[in-house]
């Protein structure tokens, strides 16, 4: 969020005379970035009170909430050969007499997003939904994320090829437009607060996904592996049924097809410097050459 309109009643002035608020800003970044900031990842919780605060001062009728795959508990993500898909129920914020557990600073931001929302709805009326969006990829996204970092690397042609941890952890990745989608279609039809999953349901192996624009790239370098970066939970992906039932909702784009049209939007919208900028894939805040 700009710093200009940091300040309550700056918000309350863009928020008025609208309906309804899609709540996307957020501290974030891939793993390298929310492991080494945590600090600057926990601005989120005042980010999310104020726009909150600002929305029911502004007399905004309902707050759409991007909340992350982060919310879940990381020993249901720790089993490699696991085939468990993460429900809403394994994370509910409408449960706080029980115990609930999120994934690193960034994880529990986001889960305190969701209790905040609550919170709004039962004390000042307010209506809004939440949206668990997991590995969501795509065009405009910068190289902390796993994706853009794996396609900035065979952009630039790095040789060896290295991929963070031993490749074997499994991601659920969800193109950009099918998160979209499925995030306005909860602005339409959820009032109370309910969380959804927006994810595919399947999991593919990082070395896969990397293999995969290798070849789309057409560059087939020798792979290593540096399993001193970090990686996050072993193994993840979503339960959409809800999505599904409640939205009518489903993903639309093939990880293939995703990984082309991200492929093709990097390529053609960042000139080849013949080096791997490490930073980037760490600081989602550096300079670009």
Known sequence: MDLEYSKLGDLVKIFKGNDLVFHLAANHGGRGYID??????SSNFSIDHHTMEAACVADVEKVIVASS???YPPVLQESAGSNYLLKE?????????????ADLE??????MAEVQLNAFIKQYGLKGATVRFVTA???????????IALIHKAHERMSPYVIWGNGEQSRDFTYVSDIVEG????????TDGTPINLGTGERHKLKDVARMILDILDFHPRISYDRSKPVGVVNRALDVRRAKEML???PKVHLREGLERTTSWYVSSHPRTGRVNEELLMNRKVAKP
Not at 137 to 147: F, L, P, S
Not at 183 to 190: D, P, Q, S
């Open 248 to 250: 009518g909702w489903q």
């Open 137 to 147: 990829y795509g065009e405009r996204e910068n190289e902390t994320h796993a994706i």
């Open 183 to 190: 995030t306005i279609l909860a602005g339409e039809k959820i």
């Open 89 to 101: 129920s394994d994370s509910d914020p409408s449960k706080l007499r029980q115990s609930l557990s």
């Open 106 to 111: 960034y994880g529990w931001t986001k889960l």
């Open 36 to 41: 080494s900031y945590p600090a600057n990842v």
């Open 69 to 71: 795959a982060c919310v």
